[in-house]
């Protein structure tokens, strides 16, 4: 396969998303039409995968399939002489959360052989077809049902289900990534504008993907009604009924055990230790010395995905407002794939 074609493809299919993305619905010819219909086809079928999130979510790939970027990205690696087919076990818990792999996977000289999430059928296929188009048919890939004839697997799942793919997989190479969440760390100075960027890292996709913050460090003397007027933009949440159903079983269960919790009416912040928190919650806690935090950070790495803070704090972190921007060479569970890729 021709890498250079295939690169050309990506930056064809970036502009052809930005196109439709920037178009006037009411300009839409019969191509900007099929897009607009599998998106809302998708809404249907995974409620949880909003057009708003969608559209978020192509924005993101649009602007980081540059030629720049990948070019700087691929530098890195050398890119294997012989092809391979790489199983890909995708996840669905947010729009486009496997198309990474899906580009590492092609990119590497080899071929994806995918198995599908059922809460994502249809984004992913369309992509790749546009994609096939715009490079010259220069990429091959496969989508299956069930896993079969492969020389190397890349599995997403939950915590117990990784445990299978690791047994299931294990006289292949593989990567298998388990459940991972995001922290965020407050210094205490941040402006209203800082507050309003973290709550995008927070609530963007309903706080389900592994890079959302469902844990806060504050100071010791921060105001939690300032968390509060923060989240403001992100209040008509509550209207989705998903996300509505587990924040009012979750309020109920806290309720029943008195448990003690702040609540805004569309999410509740709750003093706990524990890193991951339900849908609708967010975990908080109070420190007075950084060391601490750093400590609690180290002892939870393999769980936390990224950790949001201002520069000065001196953490290996993102600015607020970045969590679900990552690039290229930013990698699910911090397991370079790349490098995975060039020595199957």
């Known amino acids: 396969m021709n890498t250079e074609n295939q690169v050309l493809g990506l930056i064809r299919l970036s502009s052809y998303i930005t196109e439709f993305l920037d178009e006037n619905p009411e300009d839409y010819n019969d191509k900007?039409?099929?897009?607009?219909?599998?998106?809302?086809?998708?809404?249907?079928?995974?409620?949880?995968?909003?057009?708003?999130?969608?559209?978020?979510?192509?924005?993101?790939?649009?602007?980081?399939?540059?030629?720049?970027?990948?070019?700087?990205?691929?530098?890195?690696?050398?890119i294997s002489k012989t092809s391979k087919r790489v199983g890909l076990i995708l996840a669905g818990n947010i729009p486009l959360v496997g198309f990474h792999d899906i580009i590492s996977v092609i990119l590497s000289n080899h071929i994806p052989v995918i198995k599908?999430?059922?809460?994502?059928?249809?984004?992913?296929?369309?992509?790749?077809?546009?994609?096939?188009?715009?490079?010259?048919?220069?990429?091959?890939?496969?989508?299956?049902?069930?896993?079969?004839?492969?020389?190397?697997?890349?599995?997403?799942?939950?915590?117990?289900?990784?445990?299978?793919?690791?047994?299931?997989?294990?006289?292949?190479?593989?990567?298998?990534r388990k459940n991972r969440t995001s922290v965020a760390v407050l210094k205490g100075d941040e402006t209203d504008e800082e507050l309003q960027l973290l709550a995008n890292d927070i609530f963007r996709y309903f706080?389900?993907?592994?890079?959302?913050?469902?844990?806060?460090?504050?100071?010791?003397?921060?105001?939690?009604?300032?968390?509060?007027?923060?989240?403001?933009?992100?209040?008509?949440?509550?209207?989705?009924?998903?996300?509505?159903?587990?924040?009012?079983?979750?309020?109920?269960?806290?309720?029943?055990n008195q448990d003690k919790f702040w609540d805004n009416n569309f999410v509740m912040l709750k003093e706990d230790e524990k890193l991951f928190s339900p849908l609708s919650v967010i975990?908080?806690?109070?420190?007075?010395?950084?060391?601490?935090?750093?400590?609690?950070?180290?002892?939870?790495?393999?769980?936390?995905?990224?950790?949001?803070?201002?520069?000065?704090?001196g953490l290996d972190s993102v600015k607020p407002g970045e969590a679900q921007s990552p690039g290229l060479a930013t990698y699910a569970d911090n397991v370079d794939t790349m490098k995975f890729l060039s020595v199957i």
């Open 207 to 256: 706080g389900l993907g592994c890079r959302n913050v469902t844990r806060l460090f504050i100071p010791d003397d921060f105001l939690i009604d300032r968390l509060f007027e923060s989240f403001l933009n992100f209040q008509d949440i509550i209207n989705h009924h998903k996300y509505a159903n587990n924040y009012d079983y979750n309020r109920a269960v806290y309720l029943l």
């Open 32 to 78: 900007d039409f099929d897009f607009e219909l599998l998106i809302k086809k998708t809404e249907i079928e995974n409620p949880w995968f909003t057009i708003e999130n969608q559209k978020f979510a192509f924005r993101q790939w649009a602007d980081l399939l540059t030629h720049e970027n990948i070019s700087n990205w691929l530098k890195k690696y050398s």
């Open 283 to 313: 975990n908080f806690s109070r420190y007075s010395s950084l060391d601490n935090v750093k400590s609690f950070i180290e002892e939870n790495e393999e769980h936390i995905q990224c950790v949001v803070a201002k520069n000065e704090l």
């Open 116 to 176: 599908l999430s059922s809460k994502d059928r249809y984004m992913v296929p369309f992509l790749l077809k546009k994609w096939e188009e715009f490079s010259d048919g220069q990429i091959k890939y496969e989508f299956v049902e069930k896993l079969e004839n492969f020389d190397a697997v890349i599995a997403t799942g939950s915590n117990n289900t990784a445990r299978y793919l690791e047994y299931y997989f294990k006289n292949y190479l593989h990567i298998i």
